[in-house]
């Protein structure tokens, strides 16, 4: 499993990924953990198989114990399905997602976790140091589906938007934004149904400030492609399978 | 556990219910033969009256075996509970395991072991209640054996009753005859299910 750094300051971002030993039949995905002194976020954990190499890799920053929150944008088995496992290996954890999927995601398994549930319009998660946005990203491509926004570190993890197809091994970063749009296209048209709801996504995104844009799957945008990112997507039209 | 294990003990668990459900339809049977049985022989009056209090038998017969397999039921409802949660708890021993061997060189790799010794703890007492279950069922399904035996004995007692009944003798000989081939069946399915269960390795 590949740790990378994306922000370093009193508390750090991690993005793990790529992870060699991982099926060729499974999407390739992107975990993030945010570390603060005695505290650990680890956003959008991931699927059952990727549980092991996961929490191994995490363990290079912090210890099981001060795994304390757990957040899934949504509800889908490669975002959540390792939470039984989490379930069973963390000693004092809350797991932050939509309301709406509580009785949904609750099926992986959610016995010693703490299910803290998200209303639509959002909140915030409190990390001691740090207080983290939970933006609402609904139809984007869950109908109930959250953005985690870091206003300190400007970063927005945002899930399943700016997500890419990518072979495995693919570098961590955006460094040819023309050349990667191809890599985007299908997967947003196909799997972001609404372009009202992409329209909502995009006007609030704009008003917020922000260096790194982190998806789940592909690559991370960062300065001047975030916004390249954001007028392309405002071009493009989704939800095409019944157009 | 190996996969293969678990799977057999998933279908043995599953099996068993299906048998079950065949086994209380029949016990159902016997108990409509019971009440058949008690109309002839009300019929028939004098020439049956060694007849009549054995309806009485096979009906409680009936009656038992279908509360018994109530009970079965409630109980491989629970066992199939049990199987689920000690292959949840296999698999999750097995996978912290895998992350103790790949975190080897972590900063925080001993922390770790806390969680993998509740793990195993909570491998170990969900195998010990799944045995403890299998034991008790296999008990269970023993007990339902014996209206099963005891049936039979009926059966051929009515035979030598139906023969003394004149004109009633073929109706009376065709219940014997259906509560014979009842807990026959019964019999077969139960010892379907023991035979299911055999899969499970009771050694500690």
């Known amino acids: 499993m590949k740790m990378t750094n994306i922000y370093e300051g009193s508390y750090q971002w991690i993005v793990f990924g790529r992870d060699e030993n991982k099926p ?61 496992l989490w379930d069973q290996a963390l000693p004092n954890a809350k797991l932050h997602s939509s309301a709406l999927w509580e009785g949904f995601i609750r099926h992986f398994g959610c016995e010693s976790i703490e299910y803290v549930p998200i209303a639509d319009g959002g909140g915030v998660i409190n990390l001691g140091d740090i207080e983290l946005r939970v933006i609402p990203a609904h139809y984007m491509h869950s109908s109930a589906n959250f953005n985690i926004y870091d206003p300190q570190a400007k970063i927005l993890m945002s899930g399943d938007i700016g997500a890419a197809l990518e072979a495995s ?34 006007d609030s995104v704009r008003e917020l400030d922000i260096d790194i844009m982190a998806p789940q799957h ?11 990112f954001l007028d392309w997507f405002e071009a493009l039209p989704v939800g095409i399978a019944v157009q | 556990m190996n996969r293969d294990k678990t799977k057999s003990q998933f279908v043995a668990v599953a099996s ?28 028939a009056g004098e020439k049956a009256k060694g007849f009549q209090p054995i309806t009485d038998f096979i009906n409680e017969l009936a009656k038992e075996t279908i509360e018994l397999v109530r009970a079965i039921n409630e109980h491989a409802l629970l066992l199939y509970q049990l199987t689920v949660n000690e292959y949840r708890m296999t698999d999750t021993y097995t996978k912290i395991e895998l992350v103790a061997t790949k975190a080897q060189g972590a900063a925080y790799e001993d ?50 009753e139906a023969s003394q009944a004149g004109e009633y003798l073929q109706s009376l000989q065709a219940v014997a005859e259906s509560v014979d081939n009842a807990a026959q069946v019964i019999h077969d399915n139960v010892q379907r299910c023991r035979s299911a269960l055999s899969v499970v390795d009771l050694t500690e």
């Open chain 2, 111 to 160: 922390s770790i072991e806390q969680s993998l010794l509740e793990a195993g703890q909570r491998m170990n007492e969900c195998r010990r209640s799944f045995k403890s279950s299998v034991t008790q069922l296999l008990d269970q399904l023993e007990e339902v054996m014996h209206p099963a035996r005891a049936a039979r004995v009926i059966a051929a007692n009515s035979r030598i």
């Open chain 1, 169 to 202: 091994g693919a570098p961590m970063y955006v460094d040819n934004f023309d050349a990667h749009v191809e890599k985007m296209r299908f997967f947003h048209q196909r799997w972001m149904p609404s372009n009202q709801a992409k329209r909502v996504w995009i």
């Open chain 1, 24 to 84: 060729d039949n499974i999407i390739d995905t992107n975990q993030y953990m945010v570390r603060t002194a005695d505290k650990c976020l680890l956003i959008d954990p991931g699927g059952v198989e990727l549980f092991a190499p996961m929490l191994a890799a995490v363990l290079h920053y912090a210890p099981v114990d001060q795994i304390t929150d757990l957040f899934a944008s949504h509800q889908d088995p490669d975002i959540i399905s390792s939470l039984g």
């Open chain 1, 218 to 228: 592909g690559r991370i945008f960062k300065g001047d492609d975030v916004n390249r």
């Open chain 2, 16 to 43: 068993i219910a299906a048998e079950l459900s065949a086994v209380m339809e029949v016990a159902k049977e016997i108990s409509l033969a019971a009440a058949n049985a008690k109309a002839i022989a009300f019929r």
